[in-house]
């Protein structure tokens, strides 16, 4: 990938070089050094957040036996993993139209499909909350499907703005996709949906998984949107940790948010592995 | 394999093909405008042609790829219609082999054989036979990433291939390769197409590529075919100055149809030459430089055409010699195997040009 790039040996001499490494330093400590705090604090054995009074598990002990964070961890990975399946299959089918096919009112859809990563949060739930309360009844007729019911309003605005971020990392993938490979598939006798899932599919995974991964991440951080359209006893984690702070900081939620950050590095991680296990294939170019 | 059923029928019958592209503020673009072609069963035959001349979008609309706007597509007589691409009996070889990077070479050749759902065993049998047919045996179990380009080359013919289709479409598939190996995988082309015996419909822009080895050529320019000949015949007689130009040098000498067989050259000169143009259109007589001699002033056979000239260049390329000739109303270019120092004629020299009647051509345009 970063084939023909060189990268220089001579480094720089004297005081820039200090001044370099001084400046390292200081961007390190500012991006880690509140998240060791974070962490060391959720260790510690005091009510009060600020005055360390020694090392205990009791926090970790209180959230796993809270009954309140349990459901709300409950909702917010049943919110995630149905509003990711659904955006992702949402989005790639919409990067797959706007990358592939040319048809009237594509420019509009373009524009429009990328509104949710453009326009601000709160926007974005006064829209939603003003479009559940107007409109909820109108899809009674479908069965199983309740959108009084704040898990499915949860799920479908969720889904409304990772369409957006799924299709944007997949039409990335699939601009760097020879078209010609989808042709010869069809030539060598394949239909258009064995095209799509023995060439098109495998080699837009990598964008696919990483479009999934980033709506996870988004659906489990948002707190905005959940906040407005969420119902009483279906709060999601985010929402219930934006609550505890309002009755005041105790280690509790210092423990919650290290279980948060700790999922989150797990997704990154996987991320990362997956797309050096994509990067070296096509190194071997 | 349809070897005796199909032979008597033409393998790709083209009547009257238009494709119009049109962009979105409405422009019209005719990339191939009204072709009638017919491509016998078992040939070889170039689609030649400049970029942009409509060649790749004819062979894409027998793949299937493009629908035609306008006009009929047979393959071996039955109508193509708007048949997708998946369900016609042709193959193509595509310009950027477009190979599945995430299979093996094995797995791409047997891709459109596991689409048609030919049985696992004879499927691995026909796989190691197209393989071993393109000389890639040793290579089945790599990735096309870890492949030369002249390798991928092998391996898109073999994935093509292994499929016995009726008319195998190739886009240009020498043009990402070097020059020698570009003259070693013509070579193997040929052959392939002699040991398979299957239709083969070539596109390129290179004359030499086509004139090398096609049976006939089909020389397109602005979206029309102009002319469709064997290799020699485009070559000796073209019927368009385009022709006459695209392949190979050539030098042209306006002149007006005065007769069935006769020409007026613009200097006045009468050359008996035979064209089927009306009386007094324009034309011009187009000769090869080696097909021209260079004569001291006056010494030219009667028998031959001749048009009096000063030499005005004299190049020497090793194993010949081009002249450049001043004629008072033109200039020619003459290329006469080397002379030594004192045959050769000097700048300056007053010359006579002369040519075998059957070595000129009357070209329109």
Request: hydrophobic share 45%; net charge negative; proline share 4%.
């Amino acid at each position: 990938m970063s084939k023909g790039v060189a990268k220089s040996t001579a480094e720089p001499m004297g005081a820039s070089r200090w001044l370099l490494r001084g400046h390292s330093a200081a961007v390190f400590a500012f991006f880690y050094a509140p998240i060791i705090v974070l962490c060391v604090f959720s260790f510690n054995d005091s009510n009060a957040v600020g005055n360390w009074n020694g090392f205990t598990l009791d926090w970790y002990g209180d959230l796993f036996s809270n009954k309140n964070i349990k459901s709300s961890i409950w909702v917010s990975v049943k919110v995630c993993v149905f509003s990711t399946l659904i955006a992702v299959v949402l989005g790639t089918a919409a990067a797959l139209a706007l990358e592939r096919f040319r048809w009237w009112g594509q420019k509009a859809f373009d524009a429009v499909l990328y509104l949710p990563i453009i326009i601000p949060d709160v926007t974005m739930a006064v829209m939603m909350l003003v479009f559940f309360s107007e409109t909820a009844s109108w899809f009674n007729w479908i069965p199983g499907l309740n959108l009084q019911d704040g898990l499915e309003k949860l799920v479908f605005s969720h889904v409304a703005f990772n369409i957006s971020f799924v299709s944007v990392v997949v039409r990335a993938r699939l601009a760097n996709l020879d078209a010609s490979m989808e042709e010869a598939a069809s030539d060598l006798y394949a239909s258009r949906w064995q095209t799509f899932r023995r060439v098109t599919l495998p080699q837009i995974m990598p964008g696919v998984i990483g479009g999934a991964l980033m709506a996870v991440t988004i659906s489990l951080d948002d707190v905005v949107v959940s906040s407005f359209v969420s119902a009483v006893g279906g709060t999601p984690l985010s929402v219930y940790v934006f609550g505890m702070l309002r009755k005041g900081v105790t280690p509790l939620v210092n423990s919650v948010s290290v279980v948060m950050l700790a999922a989150s590095m797990a997704f990154v991680v996987a991320s990362l592995l997956i797309s050096r296990a994509s990067g070296s294939e096509s190194e071997e170019r | 394999m349809n070897e005796t059923t199909n032979g008597m029928r033409p393998a790709v019958e083209l009547a009257g093909v238009v494709k119009r592209f049109g962009d979105r503020s409405g422009t019209e673009v005719t990339a191939v405008d009204h072709v009638d072609l017919t491509i016998t069963d078992g040939e070889f035959f170039s689609l030649l042609g400049p970029s942009g001349c409509g060649k790749t979008t004819t062979l894409r609309m027998v793949a299937g790829l493009e629908l035609p706007t306008a006009g009929s597509i047979r393959i071996h007589g039955e109508e193509m219609g708007l048949r997708p691409p998946n369900k016609r009996p042709v193959n193509t070889v595509f310009q950027s082999y477009a190979l599945f990077p995430h299979m093996t070479v094995a797995a791409n050749v047997g891709f459109g054989l596991e689409m048609r759902k030919v049985p696992q065993s004879e499927r691995r049998e026909l796989v190691d036979w197209a393989i071993e047919l393109v000389e890639m045996g040793s290579m089945a179990h790599r990735k096309p990433t870890q492949l030369s380009g002249g390798q991928q080359q092998r391996v898109a013919l073999a994935r093509a291939l292994v499929n016995r289709p009726e008319v195998l479409l190739l886009d240009e598939p020498l043009g990402a390769l070097d020059l020698k190996l570009r003259h070693q995988m013509q070579h193997e082309l040929k052959n392939l197409q002699r040991e398979v015996g299957i239709t083969f419909v070539y596109v390129t822009h290179d004359q030499e590529e086509a004139v090398t080895m096609s049976d006939r050529i089909g020389v397109m320019h602005d979206g029309k075919l102009l002319q469709v000949d064997t290799p020699e015949a485009i070559y000796e007689r073209p019927t368009t100055r385009f022709v006459a130009d695209f392949i190979g040098q050539t030098n042209f000498l306006e002149a007006t149809v005065a007769g069935a067989d006769e020409v007026v050259l613009a200097n006045g000169d009468r050359l008996r030459l035979a064209s089927d143009h009306d009386a007094g259109s324009a034309v011009a007589v187009t000769v090869r430089p080696e097909r021209l001699t260079v004569h001291r002033r006056g010494e030219a056979p009667t028998d031959r055409h001749t048009v009096d000239g000063r030499v005005e260049t004299v190049t020497y390329l090793g194993n010949a010699v081009i002249y450049g000739i001043g004629v008072d109303w033109m200039h020619l270019e003459v290329r006469c195997p080397a002379t030594l120092a004192g045959d050769r004629r000097e700048v300056g020299d007053d010359i006579t040009v002369s040519f075998e009647p059957e070595h000129a051509a009357v070209v329109t345009g």
